[in-house]
């Protein structure tokens, strides 16, 4: 919709803070009301929240500062985003973009005069398998085309309100394109792949009805917390958020903790460009996620729950907040639901787009109104977690899964998958393939048999994991997906024969360098020198020397940086120059060392601020192309 009427802010802060009880903790949540409501966070905002929250005006500033989504400067009535992850880019995202300023009147990263509009760049939306894609107003707007981006800015132009544009411009598709024994979808014929249900020479039990909201619930009070626990402790079910550290270890440390207070959390902020799966799940499965929460609430003795929801998926909060209140009215959720006396109810907070908050410490420190900072691994979350308590951090699937889990038994989930990684695992594929989107297999399943079900066996390279996974070529498709072999978070990019590999290895450069945190100088230094040693391949000047630094900072930044991002961001970096060295051969000028700084080149961001093209523009002696 348009920005609403204009509501006095002082009223509008005073309505945000009674619904959060003045507490410094909902900081980021009042902020991100204000950004939707005014479409920017304004400096008596800042300061009045300092003065009511008694909190430091550097404090609130430096949230707005730290979350892309938040803004200290004003944006148009209609602000879109357009994804710049790699498969967007692929498919045409920064031509769509410029053509959509063109027919605007306006410049990429900046409001038009009359504050009609601001047309930017995100890292990515979460509509991989349907992009390219863009949020309009923080609403997705999918399969783009230069058509339905001319569409868009006539009805800019005319301003018309976003719920009179065509309804079809926010269809947002799950795309389930296979199913297995845990995430079990009545598939229609010829839409997708349905699994078997046959492992191991022995043949599951079928379950003739769906997991139904409450079925969890009901086994896990005919059994208990302890045996609820040792039903976890069965399957052998691993996080599967990355990691894979075992679900119930943590569940059994957080109840063991001390007393006085116990959280349980959701991590719904899945920022890895690539990945979609909680898109998926909280769309289709939202009863099942909750009810995994639920389960674990009752099973660790926590009263509260929280789902920390990525921005880019907060058109989905109404959607989850009708599921909690239908829910409640069942008596599923609220006092006394596990007729124990326990109270326990679920929350929902927005992220405002920080990738580095899907870290667990780094969400734990947004929930509680401060920048998403990652801290030392010690102490733990099960220890010190949100608020200083012991705290459960499982991602969306885990916790679907737990509740399949406490329904049928872990010894069933346990029959799917391999002895180390049991069960089944969604996969996000996406770009170059006839039929990108969600696949179900269980853990051991083949990349080959992956691409063969996507239409991609004639893929020149994949990126597993995200752009801090694996980077496989063609000799690694008999590999298997497991956390014995090629362990992964779910997300798998394919790159055609078509694609320029450089281009990928600068779109992951630039990601890590904007998503920094730059807490620690390895990381914070790290980043920003990789890409621009990529930015001077790109300008065909690269030398071996320069190969060289990128692998010694690379190997700094694995070894000594303070979290994971630092620790991974080299490696798509790495793994190309290893594996793809002709792509980067392709782009050195000569083998002899070229200094990084050129003058001429240096002049580029002015010229673009000024427009100059003309020779007079450059230095004397510089080649215009």
């Known amino acids: 919709m348009l920005r609403p009427a204009p509501v006095p802010l002082q009223d509008f802060?005073?309505?945000?803070?009674?619904?959060?009880?003045?507490?410094?903790?909902?900081?980021?949540?009042?902020?991100?009301?204000?950004?939707?409501?005014?479409?920017?966070?304004?400096?008596?905002?800042?300061?009045?929240?300092?003065?009511?929250?008694?909190?430091?005006?550097?404090r609130v500033q430096g949230l707005v500062s730290f979350y892309a989504f938040l803004s200290d400067e004003p944006q148009g009535d209609f602000v879109v985003h357009f994804s710049d992850n790699i498969t967007d880019q692929m498919q045409g995202c920064r031509d769509l973009a410029a053509r959509l300023c063109a027919r605007l009147g306006s410049e990429l990263g900046q409001t038009r005069a009359d504050g009609l509009a601001s047309v930017h760049l995100c890292s990515c939306t979460g509509m991989c398998d349907q992009g390219p894609a863009a949020l309009v107003n923080y609403l997705p707007v999918t399969r783009l085309s230069p058509e339905r981006v001319d569409r868009m800015a006539d009805l800019i132009l005319a301003r018309v309100p976003l719920e009179d544009w065509p309804p079809e411009f926010f269809r947002v598709e799950s795309q389930l394109r296979r199913s297995d024994v845990v995430f079990r979808e009545p598939l229609e014929p010829g839409s997708g792949i349905r699994g078997s249900l046959e492992r191991g020479g022995e043949i599951l039990p079928e379950w003739e009805e769906d997991l139904a909201p409450g079925d969890a619930r009901r086994h896990h009070l005919e059994r208990g917390g302890a045996e609820t626990l040792k039903e976890l402790y069965r399957s052998e079910l691993r996080g599967r958020g990355g990691a894979g550290f075992k679900a119930a270890i943590k569940w059994e440390s957080v109840r063991d903790g001390k007393s006085g207070g116990r959280f349980v959390l959701c991590n719904a902020d899945e920022g890895e460009p690539g990945t979609f799966k909680d898109r998926f799940l909280l769309t289709e499965h939202a009863d099942t996620v909750f009810e995994g929460m639920t389960v674990c609430g009752h099973a660790v003795g926590s009263k509260r729950g929280i789902l920390y929801l990525r921005q880019e998926y907060q058109y989905l909060r109404e959607h989850l907040e009708d599921v909690l209140r239908r829910r409640r009215d069942a008596s599923l959720l609220g006092r006394n639901i596990l007729g124990s006396g326990l109270d326990f109810d679920i929350e929902i907070h927005l992220g405002a787009g920080a990738y580095i908050c899907g870290m667990e410490s780094a969400m734990i420190k947004s929930i509680e109104g401060r920048r998403g900072i990652p801290r030392r691994r010690w102490p733990l979350p099960v220890h010190q977690g949100l608020f200083r308590r012991p705290t459960v951090v499982n991602n969306v699937e885990t916790f679907a899964c737990a509740a399949v889990i406490s329904a049928r038994g872990?010894?069933?989930?346990?029959?799917?998958?391999?002895?180390?990684?049991?069960?089944?695992?969604?996969?996000?594929?996406?770009?170059?393939?006839?039929?990108?989107?969600?696949?179900?297999?269980?853990?051991?399943?083949?990349?080959?048999e992956v691409l063969r079900d996507s239409g991609a066996l004639d893929a020149q390279a994949l990126q597993v994991g995200g752009p801090s996974g694996l980077l496989l070529g063609p000799e690694d498709y008999g590999r298997s997906l497991c956390f014995e072999d090629v362990p992964s978070v779910g997300t798998i990019m394919v790159f055609g024969p078509q694609r320029d590999l450089f281009d990928s290895a600068m779109n992951f450069a630039r990601f890590f360098r904007h998503e920094s945190c730059g807490l620690c100088t390895p990381c914070r230094v790290g980043t920003t020198l990789l890409a621009n040693y990529v930015r001077k391949f790109e300008r065909r000047c690269g030398s071996p020397v320069d190969l060289e630094e990128i692998r010694r900072i690379g190997e700094i930044m694995r070894t000594m940086a303070h979290c994971g991002l630092g620790?991974?961001?080299?490696?798509?970096?790495?793994?190309?120059?290893?594996?793809?060295?002709?792509?980067?051969?392709?782009?050195?000028?000569?083998?002899?060392?070229?200094?990084?700084?050129?003058?001429?080149?240096?002049?580029?961001?002015?010229?673009?601020?000024?427009?100059?093209?003309?020779?007079?523009?450059?230095?004397?002696?510089?080649?215009?192309?």
Do not use: N
Not at 19 to 40: G, N
Not at 417 to 445: A, H, M, N
Not at 570 to 597: C, D, G, N, Q, Y
């Open 410 to 448: 872990g010894a069933w989930f346990a029959h799917s998958g391999t002895p180390q990684s049991t069960g089944t695992k969604l996969f996000c594929v996406s770009g170059d393939c006839q039929r990108p989107g969600i696949y179900e297999y269980p853990w051991g399943i083949s990349l080959r």
């Open 13 to 58: 802060l005073e309505a945000r803070l009674a619904e959060h009880h003045r507490s410094p903790h909902a900081l980021l949540q009042i902020l991100v009301a204000v950004q939707h409501a005014f479409h920017w966070i304004p400096p008596e905002a800042v300061e009045a929240l300092a003065r009511e929250l008694k909190l430091p005006r550097v």
């Open 567 to 625: 620790q991974t961001a080299p490696a798509h970096l790495t793994e190309s120059i290893r594996k793809f060295p002709e792509v980067w051969s392709s782009r050195m000028r000569t083998s002899e060392f070229v200094p990084a700084f050129d003058l001429d080149w240096a002049l580029e961001e002015a010229r673009s601020l000024t427009g100059r093209t003309d020779p007079e523009a450059h230095l004397a002696g510089v080649e215009v192309p």
